[in-house]
């Protein structure tokens, strides 16, 4: 059975993917953003996973470039008592699923699987875990992944 949809979703759902953003800060970037080449193909070839999947990645790889290198990315996630999880790893299973990876703040190992209707995490900067190590850059990785797939 074909989905019905309105004549807004089925144009949203075509349209191709742009980004734009506004900063109170001059030097941070703003405007139109070009995007990975992943990320430009038209919405309606992803599943919700896939696309929410790519967005985050290359929300997680910006925010990563403003980081010095004692700080690591980490997410905090709203409507709960799940606190903040430094990211590790992500992933998505089709159509509707992101999941993530990492450890909380007492450095247990945790995972969060999260629908895409719930979606809804904050990206913060912690202090790396340890000293004498280089700060993990988990969005560089995710990106490259993206562009080999």
Same mark, same amino acid.
């Given at each position: 059975m074909d989905k019905i949809e309105t004549s807004a979703e089925a144009a949203e759902s075509a349209a191709l993917p742009r980004c734009y953003e506004v900063h109170a800060n001059p030097e941070a970037a703003s405007g139109n953003k070009d995007l990975?080449? &992943?990320? %430009?193909?038209p919405v +309606?070839?992803?599943? &919700?996973? %896939?696309?929410?999947? +790519?967005?985050?990645?290359?929300?997680?790889?910006?925010? +990563?470039k403003t980081l010095d290198g004692d700080h690591e990315v980490?997410?905090?996630?709203?409507?709960?008592?799940?606190?903040v999880m430094r990211i590790e790893g992500m992933g998505y299973f089709d159509p509707d699923v992101i999941t993530f990876y990492g450890?909380?703040?007492?450095g247990a190992k945790t995972q969060l699987v999260q629908h895409v209707s719930q979606l809804n995490v904050m990206l913060r900067a912690l202090p790396k875990s340890i000293e004498d190590k280089p700060a993990n850059r988990i969005g560089f990785r995710l990106a490259a992944d993206l562009e080999e797939s």
């Amino acid at each position: 059975m074909d989905k019905i949809e309105t004549s807004a979703e089925a144009a949203e759902s075509a349209a191709l993917p742009r980004c734009y953003e506004v900063h109170a800060n001059p030097e941070a970037a703003s405007g139109n953003k070009d995007l990975p080449k &992943p990320l %430009q193909k038209p919405v +309606e070839s992803k599943s &919700p996973a %896939q696309w929410a999947y +790519e967005r985050l990645i290359m929300y997680i790889q910006n925010f +990563e470039k403003t980081l010095d290198g004692d700080h690591e990315v980490a997410m905090g996630f709203t409507g709960g008592d799940a606190g903040v999880m430094r990211i590790e790893g992500m992933g998505y299973f089709d159509p509707d699923v992101i999941t993530f990876y990492g450890s909380d703040g007492g450095g247990a190992k945790t995972q969060l699987v999260q629908h895409v209707s719930q979606l809804n995490v904050m990206l913060r900067a912690l202090p790396k875990s340890i000293e004498d190590k280089p700060a993990n850059r988990i969005g560089f990785r995710l990106a490259a992944d993206l562009e080999e797939s």
